[in-house]
């Protein structure tokens, strides 16, 4: 095929041709190695946050934003409330262990509110893990007093990942107490 192009070709023609081949050709080189080092040097690195606090062996608050719940929403304790697998209350996807949150709605109406993710949830326990939500989470409330004039919480179970080599996670929902 390439002698039936090249015979067609006037002379100029075989000779650009050429060239770009052999231009082609040696592009395609493996890059020298010290080529690799000048991109090494101005990549970015992350930085390690092992030193962080609650973070790896670290005690602590962690740095970063409180979660601001909306004005008719309160968080309250209930240690006595058993894990249950019912999808619809487990939010997040890592579930390397789960965080109960008991919501109280003081509204008439279902409140609506965003968790962001990187939240870190800190044990009040210092050889559990603290957890970190990797993704948003949408929450919705129903009113605490119920149409028939019954009183209940909202029970959501955050899946959450460890952050803390060395501990533990929470073995029974007694343990799983948490500031947010």
């Not at 209930?78 to 949150?101: A, E, H």
């Not at 326990?125 to 970190?132: A, E, S, T």
């Amino acid at each position: 095929m390439y002698k039936i192009i090249f015979r067609r070709l006037p002379e100029a023609g075989k000779c650009l041709m050429t060239g770009a081949l052999i231009l082609f050709i040696t592009a395609c080189e493996k890059t020298d190695t010290e080529d690799i080092g000048e991109f090494e040097e101005t990549a970015y690195a992350i930085g390690s946050s092992a030193d962080q606090p609650a973070i790896g062996e670290n005690d602590g608050i962690p740095y970063g934003t409180a979660l601001i719940l909306p004005s008719k929403l309160k968080l309250v304790d209930r240690p006595q409330y058993r894990f249950n697998q019912d999808q619809p209350k487990i939010f997040g996807f890592t579930r390397t262990f789960y965080v109960p949150l008991h919501f109280v709605n003081e509204d008439t109406v279902n409140v609506s509110f965003t968790i962001p993710p990187g939240l870190i949830l800190n044990s009040q326990f210092r050889d559990n893990q603290n957890g970190l939500l990797v993704e948003r989470v949408l929450v919705d409330v129903p009113p605490t007093l119920n149409a028939g004039g019954t009183k209940d919480t909202t029970t959501i179970f955050l899946a959450v990942s460890c952050i803390n080599e060395g501990r533990t996670p929470p073995v029974s929902f007694f343990d799983a107490q948490y500031n947010i």
